[in-house]
């Protein structure tokens, strides 16, 4: 049964032409729904066209639909009135986004086919990292100025039977030819070699050695349900026969048309015959990129890494000049075949720690110093008593934060950042100081950094730990990137923070989908000022650092209750997104959705604290002026986060999941029944 419903909903939703059903239909006829990866006994094994043993399907029709505002539910990407995957402009903020709540699954994500298609499989019986493969497949194709399937990711993943958490790096890596110069010199040897043109982003040496395929194939093959095949349905179907483009990506095609327009492949897929922009709400088709997706779905990630696809990603990010009529010259990558071949996920060991001896929060070990981050940051602020400084009418869009709550947050987080630019890159080649992660988590540690802080005024700029080395300072700004997050019907959680870098990445197009600007995470000076060589410095094979967090929480001091996963797009920003939902919800007692809306605020290391503009509904001048008042400089632009946060809590004696999904995004929430 469970089959057969895949069938029909893959055909019924997406009017699929032959090429595609037939294919999908020969699958399905041979019972490819049974499970792969190891071999424990919840995996299903049976190969009859019927529905696998253990496989826990969904059979309510109205799961994974929205539910309207006259209680009927809305079929995502139906084109039905009140279908939230209809284009918009896209806006500021969304108002009016209340806590959804489910029993069994829940995707939040936020574009609102990625999310359809990730609730589908958990319908089917999937787990959760058979919703991710489709989720990013889906991402790759709606969204591609944030994530690619030729990109990067970090995933954090909760194994609801063994208890056990797992940290997946599928972060890029430099080519093997790369040096310390790669960023700003064409000849990498040569000290008097001008730097990469047209810039080093635009230019080749910005693209990275892809991780975020294999990430997800390695993923699949240890906690998946379904076959590997069959979780690219939606996907191939929405590139095949069109979707209308959102308000996010219109505008992300607008504003980088100078640079996509070196790109023969990127204007023909973004643009009209006459150079104008596709614009909101039109329906495009990607018919490269649903070829593209069928290879993987039958060869796998090697697809990517091996064979015509990786010849062609080799010879894109290896070109030397535009397509555009002035045939501009573009520096080319260093990258090579056996750089795509050679690449390895690798599976690391989570950063782990209590918080107010409450809830055991995990997150992502480096080369992404954002966990590291996240954690000190909590661990500063266990020193300070935070549920005194709550929001004011969190009823509303999660409230206005208090002037203390503010300046507490923001401080730790200075010196967090502090550790940050000093000390963290990919530790494969640059160990941490000291003991390595337990230093810096260390509670005595973080308590004298806790003692740094001065509740009446604002530090600036912060000193970094004293760990007796002579490390650079790197300030390299990221940006891009998009979160999803999935729990499962057997109670198996993903939170994955997936990026293409900046937006639309190097503009670099293959085969029907981008190739990121990764690369530019490094420091693309090897010295800071002071002369001192810096830790996140290019060298062959390295993995750039990341701020990635997505984080998990638990409730005790073990991984044995799930209570929290969240995580957030944001580049530079996303440790301070991340801190603000968790002591939102940890310390404010917020639900899943107040935490996520609530305005975004916190600090890198420097005299600035952001405080988010987007929802202008909300009078924010007396928080500014008292921040003011305590010696804050202050940065007032809407900030576009990208929080997906899932909860478990208690109702009337019953377990449910509830949902929050950023309003500065275009994502919602989806699971079992209509939400």
Same mark, same amino acid.
């Not at 991984?559 to 002591?583: C, N």
């Given at each position: 049964?469970?089959?057969?419903?895949?069938?029909?909903?893959?055909?019924?939703?997406?009017?699929?032409?032959?090429?595609?059903?037939?294919?999908?239909?020969?699958?399905?006829?041979?019972?490819?729904?049974?499970?792969?990866?190891?071999?424990?006994?919840?995996?299903?094994?049976?190969?009859?066209?019927?529905?696998?043993?253990?496989?826990?399907?969904?059979?309510?029709?109205?799961?994974?639909?929205?539910?309207?505002?006259?209680?009927?539910?809305?079929?995502?990407?139906?084109?039905?009135?009140?279908?939230?995957?209809?284009?918009?402009?896209?806006?500021?903020?969304?108002?009016?986004?209340?806590?959804?709540?489910?029993?069994?699954?829940?995707?939040?994500?936020?574009?609102?086919?990625?999310?359809?298609?990730?609730?589908? %499989?958990?319908?089917? !019986?999937?787990?959760?990292?058979?919703?991710?493969?489709?989720?990013?497949?889906?991402?790759?194709?709606?969204?591609?100025?944030?994530?690619?399937?030729?990109?990067?990711?970090?995933?954090?993943?909760?194994?609801?039977?063994?208890?056990?958490?797992?940290?997946?790096?599928?972060?890029?890596?430099?080519?093997?030819?790369?040096?310390?110069?790669?960023?700003?010199?064409?000849?990498?040897?040569?000290?008097?070699?001008?730097?990469?043109?047209?810039?080093?982003?635009?230019?080749?040496?910005?693209?990275?050695?892809?991780?975020?395929?294999?990430?997800?194939?390695?993923?699949?093959?240890?906690?998946?349900?379904?076959?590997?095949?069959?979780?690219?349905?939606?996907?191939?179907?929405?590139?095949?026969?069109?979707?209308?483009?959102?308000?996010?990506?219109?505008?992300?095609?607008?504003?980088?048309?100078?640079?996509?327009?070196?790109?023969? *492949?990127?204007?023909?897929?973004?643009?009209?015959?006459?150079?104008?922009?596709?614009?909101?709400?039109?329906?495009?088709?990607?018919?490269?990129?649903?070829?593209?997706?069928?290879?993987?779905?039958?060869?796998?990630?090697?697809?990517?890494?091996?064979?015509?696809?990786?010849?062609?990603?080799?010879?894109?990010?290896?070109?030397?000049?535009?397509?555009?009529?002035?045939?501009?010259?573009?520096?080319?990558?260093?990258?090579?075949?056996?750089?795509?071949? #050679?690449?390895?996920?690798?599976?690391?060991?989570?950063?782990?720690?209590?918080?107010?001896?409450?809830?055991?929060?995990?997150?992502?070990?480096?080369?992404?110093?954002?966990?590291?981050?996240?954690?000190?940051?909590?661990?500063?602020?266990?020193?300070?008593?935070?549920?005194?400084?709550?929001?004011? *009418?969190?009823?509303?869009?999660?409230?206005?934060?208090?002037?203390?709550?503010?300046?507490?947050?923001?401080?730790?987080?200075?010196?967090?950042?502090?550790?940050?630019?000093?000390?963290?890159?990919?530790?494969?080649?640059?160990?941490?100081?000291?003991?390595?992660?337990?230093?810096?988590?260390?509670?005595?540690?973080?308590?004298?950094?806790?003692?740094?802080?001065?509740?009446?005024?604002?530090?600036?700029?912060?000193?970094?730990?004293?760990?007796?080395?002579?490390?650079?300072?790197?300030?390299?700004?990221?940006?891009?990137?998009?979160?999803?997050?999935?729990?499962?019907?057997?109670?198996?959680? %993903?939170?994955?923070?997936?990026?293409?870098?900046?937006?639309?990445?190097?503009?670099?197009?293959?085969?029907?989908?981008?190739?990121?600007?990764?690369?530019?995470?490094?420091?693309?000076?090897?010295?800071?000022?002071?002369?001192?060589?810096?830790?996140?410095?290019?060298?062959?094979?390295?993995?750039?650092?990341?701020?990635?967090?997505?984080?998990? %929480?638990?409730?005790?001091?073990?991984?044995?209750?799930?209570?929290?996963?969240?995580?957030?797009?944001?580049?530079?920003?996303?440790?301070?997104?991340?801190?603000?939902?968790?002591? !939102?919800?940890?310390?404010?007692?917020? #639900?899943?959705?107040?935490?996520?809306?609530?305005?975004?605020?916190?600090?890198?290391?420097?005299?600035?604290?952001?405080?988010?503009?987007?929802?202008?509904?909300?009078?924010?001048?007396?928080?500014?002026?008292?921040?003011?008042?305590?010696?804050?400089?202050?940065? #007032?632009?809407?900030?576009?986060?990208?929080?997906?946060?899932?909860?478990?809590?208690?109702?009337?004696?019953?377990?449910?999941?509830?949902?929050?999904?950023?309003?500065?995004?275009?994502?919602?929430?989806?699971?079992?029944?209509?939400?």
């Amino acid at each position: 049964m469970a089959i057969a419903w895949i069938g029909r909903r893959i055909y019924w939703s997406y009017h699929v032409n032959k090429r595609y059903s037939f294919l999908f239909s020969s699958l399905l006829a041979v019972g490819l729904l049974q499970g792969c990866g190891d071999d424990s006994s919840d995996q299903p094994k049976d190969d009859s066209n019927t529905t696998p043993p253990n496989l826990i399907v969904d059979n309510d029709p109205t799961s994974c639909s929205k539910l309207a505002q006259d209680g009927s539910s809305v079929v995502v990407g139906s084109n039905q009135n009140g279908d939230p995957a209809a284009p918009e402009g896209a806006s500021g903020y969304r108002l009016g986004n209340t806590v959804k709540y489910a029993d069994k699954y829940m995707v939040v994500a936020n574009t609102p086919l990625a999310v359809k298609a990730g609730c589908d %499989v958990l319908r089917a !019986g999937g787990s959760a990292v058979d919703a991710a493969v489709a989720v990013q497949a889906v991402l790759g194709l709606v969204e591609p100025q944030s994530s690619t399937i030729a990109g990067s990711g970090f995933m954090m993943y909760y194994d609801a039977k063994t208890k056990k958490v797992t940290a997946y790096d599928g972060r890029e890596t430099a080519p093997a030819a790369a040096n310390e110069y790669y960023l700003i010199r064409q000849d990498i040897y040569d000290p008097n070699s001008p730097a990469p043109v047209p810039s080093a982003r635009r230019s080749g040496r910005s693209i990275g050695v892809p991780g975020v395929m294999r990430l997800l194939e390695q993923a699949q093959q240890e906690h998946g349900k379904l076959k590997w095949n069959q979780l690219f349905g939606e996907a191939i179907g929405l590139a095949d026969n069109g979707f209308r483009i959102p308000g996010r990506l219109a505008d992300a095609i607008a504003s980088n048309a100078n640079s996509l327009a070196l790109d023969a *492949n990127a204007m023909a897929t973004y643009f009209h015959s006459d150079g104008s922009p596709r614009k909101v709400g039109e329906t495009m088709t990607n018919k490269a990129y649903a070829k593209t997706l069928e290879a993987l779905a039958t060869q796998g990630a090697n697809a990517l890494h091996t064979g015509p696809i990786a010849q062609a990603i080799v010879a894109k990010a290896g070109q030397t000049l535009g397509d555009d009529p002035a045939k501009t010259p573009i520096t080319p990558s260093l990258m090579t075949l056996q750089d795509l071949s #050679n690449y390895q996920v690798k599976k690391r060991d989570p950063i782990c720690t209590t918080y107010r001896d409450r809830y055991y929060v995990c997150t992502m070990p480096p080369p992404s110093s954002g966990g590291i981050a996240v954690a000190q940051t909590l661990g500063i602020l266990e020193n300070f008593d935070m549920s005194l400084y709550p929001p004011k *009418n969190p009823e509303n869009e999660g409230g206005v934060p208090d002037v203390m709550g503010v300046h507490l947050v923001s401080e730790a987080e200075r010196l967090a950042y502090a550790d940050r630019d000093k000390y963290v890159a990919d530790t494969d080649f640059v160990r941490l100081p000291a003991q390595g992660i337990p230093s810096f988590i260390d509670k005595n540690y973080l308590k004298q950094r806790a003692a740094l802080i001065n509740p009446n005024q604002s530090m600036g700029v912060a000193p970094a730990g004293n760990f007796n080395t002579a490390s650079g300072v790197d300030t390299t700004v990221e940006h891009g990137t998009t979160q999803f997050t999935i729990v499962d019907a057997y109670g198996n959680v %993903v939170s994955m923070t997936s990026t293409v870098e900046s937006s639309m990445g190097s503009f670099h197009m293959v085969d029907g989908f981008l190739l990121s600007n990764q690369l530019t995470d490094f420091s693309a000076n090897p010295y800071d000022s002071t002369g001192a060589l810096v830790a996140n410095r290019v060298e062959s094979g390295k993995r750039p650092r990341s701020t990635m967090a997505p984080t998990l %929480v638990f409730k005790g001091t073990t991984p044995d209750e799930f209570y929290m996963a969240t995580g957030s797009p944001g580049g530079g920003t996303i440790i301070q997104y991340v801190v603000k939902t968790l002591v !939102g919800a940890l310390d404010w007692n917020l #639900n899943a959705q107040q935490a996520t809306s609530l305005v975004n605020f916190g600090a890198t290391n420097s005299k600035n604290t952001n405080v988010d503009s987007s929802n202008v509904q909300l009078s924010l001048v007396d928080l500014i002026e008292g921040l003011k008042a305590k010696g804050h400089g202050i940065s #007032n632009t809407a900030q576009t986060s990208g929080i997906s946060t899932i909860m478990k809590v208690n109702i009337n004696n019953q377990s449910k999941y509830a949902g929050g999904v950023d309003p500065r995004r275009e994502g919602i929430v989806l699971g079992n029944g209509a939400l």
